[in-house]
């Protein structure tokens, strides 16, 4: 059964960090875009940063650049997320999702993506 599983998700002090991981079962994720969304109570799904299929290349929310760093690990058919700096906005749910994507991933929208995960909730609070 072909299927996403997000890790890594806790409860952080404001300026920590958290590595969430996705790993993927029943399919590889080396031909994908993989990209990571996240929800916070009461407001929409938000795109937060991805890497494209073709090149590698990794792009990024205003809102986390220079804080998440996206990285796959083809052996272990899994995308992470390493996230720094943690603010109390960056508390979601957080979910990754997977998709063949012929272009660069941030042109694309989360409607786009056809597989994902289950979410992991992060939250950032003293």
């Known amino acids: 059964q072909a299927q996403l599983v997000e890790s890594g998700g806790g409860l952080v002090q404001p300026g920590g960090s958290l590595r969430l991981s996705c790993a993927a079962s029943?399919?590889?994720?080396?031909?994908?875009?993989v990209g990571w969304f996240r929800q916070a109570p009461g407001k929409e799904r938000e795109w937060v940063a991805c890497v494209s299929s073709h090149d590698g290349s990794t792009y990024y929310a205003d809102s986390v650049k220079g804080r998440f760093t996206i990285s796959r690990d083809n052996a272990k058919n899994t995308v992470s997320l390493q996230m720094n700096s943690l603010k109390s906005d960056d508390t979601a749910v957080y979910y990754c999702a997977a998709e063949r994507l012929a272009l660069s991933c941030y042109v694309y929208t989360r409607t786009d993506f056809g597989s994902w995960g289950q979410g992991t909730q992060v939250t950032v609070s003293s």
């Open positions: 029943g399919f590889t994720l080396d031909y994908l875009a």
